[in-house]
Nanobody, 122 residues
Framework: QVQLMEPGGGFVQPGETLRLSCTAS????????MSWYRQAPGNQRELVAT???????NYADSVKGRFAISRDGAMNSVYLQMNSLKPEDTAVYYC????????????????WGQGTQVTVSS
Protein backbone atom coordinates (compact mmCIF):
# COMPACT_ATOMS: atom_id res chain seq x y z
CA GLN A 1 0.00 0.00 0.00
CA VAL A 2 1.17 3.50 -0.77
CA GLN A 3 2.03 5.59 2.27
CA LEU A 4 2.97 9.25 2.60
CA MET A 5 5.62 10.12 5.17
CA GLU A 6 5.90 13.69 6.49
CA PRO A 7 9.05 14.57 8.39
CA GLY A 8 9.98 18.20 8.80
CA GLY A 9 7.67 19.88 11.28
CA GLY A 10 8.87 21.72 14.32
CA PHE A 11 8.87 24.73 16.60
CA VAL A 12 10.25 28.03 15.27
CA GLN A 13 10.17 31.71 16.10
CA PRO A 14 8.39 34.31 13.96
CA GLY A 15 10.39 35.31 10.92
CA GLU A 16 12.30 32.06 10.75
CA THR A 17 12.25 29.38 8.08
CA LEU A 18 11.10 25.78 7.96
CA ARG A 19 11.07 23.22 5.16
CA LEU A 20 8.54 20.40 5.07
CA SER A 21 8.92 17.26 3.01
CA CYS A 22 6.63 14.42 2.06
CA THR A 23 7.61 11.21 0.30
CA ALA A 24 5.33 8.54 -1.10
CA SER A 25 6.45 4.94 -0.90
CA UNK A 26 5.02 1.90 -2.60
CA UNK A 27 4.19 0.74 -6.10
CA UNK A 28 3.35 4.06 -7.75
CA UNK A 29 2.63 4.36 -11.45
CA UNK A 30 2.15 8.11 -11.62
CA UNK A 31 1.50 11.18 -9.50
CA UNK A 32 -0.44 14.12 -10.83
CA UNK A 33 -1.05 16.95 -8.38
CA MET A 34 0.82 17.28 -5.10
CA SER A 35 -0.51 19.60 -2.42
CA TRP A 36 -0.05 20.87 1.10
CA TYR A 37 -3.00 21.53 3.41
CA ARG A 38 -3.08 22.81 6.96
CA GLN A 39 -5.54 22.82 9.82
CA ALA A 40 -5.37 24.96 12.93
CA PRO A 41 -7.44 24.22 16.04
CA GLY A 42 -11.04 25.28 15.52
CA ASN A 43 -10.53 25.91 11.82
CA GLN A 44 -11.33 24.00 8.68
CA ARG A 45 -8.58 22.32 6.74
CA GLU A 46 -7.38 24.73 4.07
CA LEU A 47 -5.38 24.31 0.91
CA VAL A 48 -1.99 25.98 1.21
CA ALA A 49 -0.27 25.15 -2.07
CA THR A 50 -0.52 22.84 -5.06
CA UNK A 51 1.93 21.83 -7.75
CA UNK A 52 0.97 19.93 -10.88
CA UNK A 53 2.95 17.33 -12.74
CA UNK A 54 3.97 20.06 -15.17
CA UNK A 55 5.25 22.30 -12.40
CA UNK A 56 2.39 24.81 -12.30
CA UNK A 57 1.80 26.15 -8.80
CA ASN A 58 -1.01 27.77 -6.85
CA TYR A 59 -0.91 29.31 -3.39
CA ALA A 60 -3.34 30.51 -0.79
CA ASP A 61 -3.32 34.30 -0.51
CA SER A 62 -2.15 34.06 3.08
CA VAL A 63 1.14 32.39 2.10
CA LYS A 64 1.79 33.78 -1.37
CA GLY A 65 5.25 35.32 -1.56
CA ARG A 66 6.43 33.52 1.57
CA PHE A 67 5.97 29.82 0.81
CA ALA A 68 7.23 27.80 -2.15
CA ILE A 69 6.11 24.35 -3.18
CA SER A 70 8.31 22.06 -5.25
CA ARG A 71 8.45 18.43 -6.28
CA ASP A 72 10.95 15.72 -7.12
CA GLY A 73 9.31 13.25 -9.47
CA ALA A 74 12.10 10.69 -9.27
CA MET A 75 11.78 10.59 -5.48
CA ASN A 76 7.96 10.84 -5.39
CA SER A 77 8.37 13.77 -3.05
CA VAL A 78 6.83 17.18 -2.47
CA TYR A 79 8.34 19.99 -0.42
CA LEU A 80 7.11 23.18 1.17
CA GLN A 81 9.65 25.92 1.81
CA MET A 82 8.19 28.25 4.43
CA ASN A 83 9.89 31.61 4.86
CA SER A 84 9.02 34.55 7.11
CA LEU A 85 6.84 32.37 9.28
CA LYS A 86 4.10 34.01 11.32
CA PRO A 87 2.22 32.81 14.41
CA GLU A 88 -0.89 32.42 12.27
CA ASP A 89 0.94 29.77 10.25
CA THR A 90 0.74 27.49 13.27
CA ALA A 91 -1.17 24.37 12.27
CA VAL A 92 -0.94 20.70 11.45
CA TYR A 93 0.29 20.44 7.88
CA TYR A 94 -0.82 17.57 5.67
CA CYS A 95 0.59 16.53 2.33
CA UNK A 96 -1.69 15.21 -0.36
CA UNK A 97 -1.04 13.45 -3.63
CA UNK A 98 -3.36 12.48 -6.44
CA UNK A 99 -1.76 9.29 -7.67
CA UNK A 100 -2.33 5.90 -9.22
CA UNK A 101 -0.78 2.70 -7.92
CA UNK A 102 0.59 -0.05 -10.10
CA UNK A 103 -1.95 -2.82 -10.54
CA UNK A 104 -4.60 -4.38 -12.73
CA UNK A 105 -7.41 -2.31 -11.21
CA UNK A 106 -5.52 0.88 -10.52
CA UNK A 107 -7.27 4.24 -10.55
CA UNK A 108 -6.23 7.71 -9.48
CA UNK A 109 -7.03 8.47 -5.87
CA UNK A 110 -6.18 10.91 -3.10
CA UNK A 111 -3.53 9.90 -0.60
CA TRP A 112 -2.88 11.78 2.64
CA GLY A 113 0.01 11.99 5.02
CA GLN A 114 -0.57 11.74 8.76
CA GLY A 115 0.25 15.39 9.35
CA THR A 116 3.10 17.23 11.00
CA GLN A 117 2.86 19.99 13.59
CA VAL A 118 4.29 23.41 12.79
CA THR A 119 4.33 25.86 15.67
CA VAL A 120 5.43 29.48 15.24
CA SER A 121 5.78 31.31 18.51
CA SER A 122 8.05 33.62 20.51
Amino acid sequence: QVQLMEPGGGFVQPGETLRLSCTASGAIMNILNMSWYRQAPGNQRELVATITGNGDTNYADSVKGRFAISRDGAMNSVYLQMNSLKPEDTAVYYCNMFLVETGSFSQYEDKWGQGTQVTVSS
